[in-house]
């Protein structure tokens, strides 16, 4: 049913085409030529000029064969992390890893691949669903930027799938975390090391102090906090005036995150104020939390997709963010699926190629069913 081979290749090609957050272009205009040929109707909206991006966020339309059925959301995100500039994939003993300087990119090409087998075996095979809706995003990476900054006009479709997950296909994510990231900037006053140190106030201790104050990792079992950069200092003769730190803090629990989060920011203004200090602190929120309930047609349509292809059904909560989060803020009804991603963000990253065959598989079928199930 699947052509293992041309999922594989499709596959590789993508992976060896650089598309690291914010210079997703080249992988763009390949895809678009692609879905071009497959015969989708392709637009690429304003998003990377919102953000200051190579290109934005593409969404291409596929008019169903059966046209009384609701359109469905298919969607994967183009960019990589770092290191992801010269990806050489290697095939050894059914399974894909870059040979090990860079990351494979699996996370979510394998995503888009899967996608875009899926629509060939449809076609190839003539089986009948209703319109197709993709969204490829730039810059999800970077705190789902291109997610954010959609044209939610352009899309008809109220319902789908993103597939950008580590599980076994059959596993969805049904609830994930809300973030926010925290900055702020302290500052000291500036003094030679040597000769008058006592006249400075060190920027840098006083941040060591305020992080030393927060209880950081995971919190329970829904909440996690970090401090993940922190820069400053000129000189080692110099008492450093300003210091930046960046952290975050995660939550399923909305109210949870806001309170973890104002007690980190409480932290470092009041340890700045006490040692003499400034603290000027921002927060954002880059994404709220989802939690999908048992009766979500998505969860119900890939049941039973799975189901029919007797795999296990599996819905988990997961501790990261996805493009899933966003669409379900916007009010559409879209579950994370997993594709069997493995080691992701590091260089030891690999995917199966049974489990891109697998998973190709079970989306063609969720695809068939979705005529089955009113959105």
Same mark, same amino acid.
């Given at each position: 049913?699947?052509?293992?081979?041309?999922?594989?290749?499709?596959?590789?090609?993508?992976?060896?085409i650089?598309?690291?957050?914010g210079?997703?272009?080249?992988?763009?205009?390949?895809?678009?030529d692609?879905?071009?040929?497959?015969?989708?109707?392709v637009?690429?909206?304003?998003?990377?000029?919102?953000i200051?991006?190579?290109c $934005?966020?593409l !969404?291409? +339309?596929? /008019?169903?064969?059966r046209?009384?059925? %609701?359109?469905?959301?298919?969607? @994967?995100?183009m960019?990589t992390?770092?290191p992801?500039r010269?990806?050489?994939?290697?095939?050894?003993?059914?399974?894909?890893?870059s040979?090990?300087?860079t990351?494979?990119?699996?996370?979510?090409?394998?995503?888009?691949a899967?996608?875009?087998?899926?629509?060939r075996v449809?076609?190839?095979?003539?089986?009948?669903?209703g319109?197709?809706?993709?969204?490829l995003?730039?810059g999800?990476?970077q705190g789902?930027?291109?997610?954010r900054?959609?044209?939610?006009?352009?899309?008809?479709?109220?319902w789908?799938?993103?597939?950008?997950?580590?599980g076994?296909? $059959?596993?969805? !994510?049904? +609830?994930? /975390?809300?973030?926010?990231?925290?900055? %702020?900037t302290?500052?000291?006053? @500036?003094?030679h090391?040597?000769?008058?140190p006592?006249d400075?106030?060190?920027?840098i201790?006083?941040?060591?102090?305020?992080?030393?104050?927060?209880?950081?990792?995971?919190?329970d079992?829904?909440?996690?906090?970090n401090?993940g950069?922190?820069?400053?200092?000129?000189?080692?003769n110099?008492?450093?005036?300003?210091v930046?730190?960046?952290?975050?803090?995660?939550s399923?629990?909305?109210?949870?995150r806001q309170?973890?989060?104002?007690?980190?920011?409480?932290i470092?203004?009041?340890?700045?104020?006490?040692?003499?200090?400034?603290?000027?602190?921002?927060?954002?929120?880059l994404?709220?939390?989802?939690?999908?309930?048992?009766?979500?047609?998505a969860?119900?349509?890939?049941?039973?997709a799975?189901?029919?292809?007797?795999?296990?059904?599996v819905?988990?909560?997961?501790?990261?963010?996805?493009?899933?989060?966003v669409?379900?803020?916007?009010?559409?009804?879209?579950?994370?699926?997993?594709?069997?991603?493995?080691?992701v963000h590091?260089t030891?990253?690999?995917i199966?190629?049974?489990?891109?065959v697998?998973?190709?598989?079970?989306?063609?079928?969720?695809i068939?069913?979705?005529?089955?199930?009113t959105?």
């Open positions: 049913m699947i052509n293992t081979e041309r999922l594989l290749q499709q596959f590789l090609a993508l992976v060896k650089d598309s690291v957050s210079q997703e272009k080249k992988l763009a205009e390949y895809l678009k692609i879905l071009s040929g497959l015969g989708f109707n637009n690429e909206d304003d998003a990377g000029e919102k200051n991006y190579s $934005g966020n !969404i291409a +339309r596929l /008019p169903g064969s046209t009384d059925l %609701a359109p469905l959301l298919l969607s @994967a995100h960019d992390v770092e992801g010269g990806v050489d994939p290697v095939l050894e003993d059914g399974i894909v890893r040979r090990g300087e990351i494979l990119g699996a996370d979510d090409k394998a995503g888009i899967i996608i875009l087998e899926a629509v449809l076609q190839e095979q003539k089986i009948p669903h319109p197709l809706e993709v969204v995003t730039v999800e990476e789902l930027l291109g997610a900054h959609l044209d939610y006009s352009l899309l008809t479709a109220r789908g799938y993103v597939l950008d997950c580590d076994q296909p $059959g596993t969805l !994510i049904v +609830r994930a /975390p809300s973030q926010d990231r925290i900055s %702020a302290i500052t000291g006053r @500036a003094a090391a040597g000769i008058n006592e400075g106030i060190n920027a201790y006083v941040a060591a102090r305020a992080i030393n104050r927060m209880k950081l990792g995971r919190l079992e829904e909440t996690t906090a401090i950069t922190i820069a400053g200092g000129k000189a080692t110099i008492v450093p005036e300003t930046t730190i960046q952290g975050e803090v995660r399923l629990t909305d109210a949870v309170q973890v989060t104002r007690q980190m920011v409480d470092l203004q009041s340890t700045a104020a006490e040692m003499g200090a400034r603290a000027d602190v921002q927060v954002e929120t994404y709220h939390s989802f939690h999908l309930s048992p009766d979500n047609p969860l119900v349509l890939a049941g039973r799975a189901r029919t292809l007797g795999l296990p059904v819905h988990r909560s997961s501790g990261g963010g996805s493009d899933a989060n669409f379900n803020q916007h009010g559409l009804a879209v579950a994370n699926l997993g594709i069997a991603m493995q080691k590091t030891e990253e690999f199966a190629v049974q489990d891109l697998q998973s190709t598989a079970y989306l063609v079928e969720i068939k069913q979705a005529g089955d199930i959105p």
